[in-house]
C-alpha cells in the first residue's frame, strides 16, 4: 500500500464515506465499499496458493458484479450531476471514465488469465473508492447541499 492515501478496509465503511446527501447514492457508496472488501479477501486469499478453476470462477463472478455495479453508480452520479448543473461536472466524469477504463484492463488480464494477484491489485478499487468518494464526490455533496437538494 505504498504512496496509498487509504486506510485498511475495516470491517464497516460506514464510518469512512462521506455522506454525499443523497440516500441511494450513499447506499451505492456502502454496497461499493463492501465489494472492495470482498475483492481484496479474496484477491488476499488467492496470493497464498495455486489458482484452480473454481477459483478463476469466483474472481470472473467478482469482477464482474463489481464493474456492472460500478457502470451503474457513475451512470446515476452523472445523471444526477448533469440534472442538478454541478459545474464540476465534466471534470468528475472523466475520473470516472479514467477508472472504468482501468478496471476494464484488469478485467482484460482476469479474462485472458494473465493477472497477477499482488497487494496493488488488491487494493485498486479500495483505494479508487477511498479517495474518490471523500474528495470527489464530497464536493457534488456540498453543492447539492447548498442548492437544497438532497
Ligand atoms: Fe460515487
Ligand atoms: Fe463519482
Not at 6 to 12: E, F, K, L, R, T
Not at 95 to 106: N, P, W
Request: hydrophobic share 35%.
Amino acid at each position: 500500500m505504498l504512496n496509498s492515501k487509504a486506510p485498511s478496509p475495516p470491517q464497516s465503511a460506514h464510518c469512512l464515506m462521506t455522506d454525499v446527501g443523497v440516500s441511494t447514492l450513499n447506499s451505492q457508496h456502502l454496497r461499493l465499499a463492501s465489494y472492495a472488501m470482498e475483492f481484496n479477501q479474496l484477491v488476499e486469499e488467492l496470493t497464498t496458493r495455486e489458482m484452480n478453476q473454481k477459483d478463476w470462477k469466483q474472481v470472473d463472478a467478482l469482477f464482474s458484479r463489481i464493474m456492472l455495479f460500478v457502470a451503474v453508480h457513475f451512470k446515476d452520479e452523472e445523471e444526477m450531476m448533469r440534472e442538478q448543473g454541478f459545474p464540476g461536472f465534466s471534470r468528475h466524469k472523466k475520473l470516472h471514465d479514467k477508472f472504468t477504463s482501468e478496471m476494464a484492463g484488469v478485467q482484460s488480464q482476469i479474462n485472458n488469465r494473465k493477472v497477477s494477484f499482488s497487494g496493488k491489485l488488491s487494493n485498486l478499487l479500495w483505494d479508487f473508492l477511498y479517495v474518490h468518494i471523500n474528495e470527489e464526490d464530497a464536493q457534488y455533496g456540498e453543492f447539492y447541499r447548498q442548492k437544497g437538494v438532497g
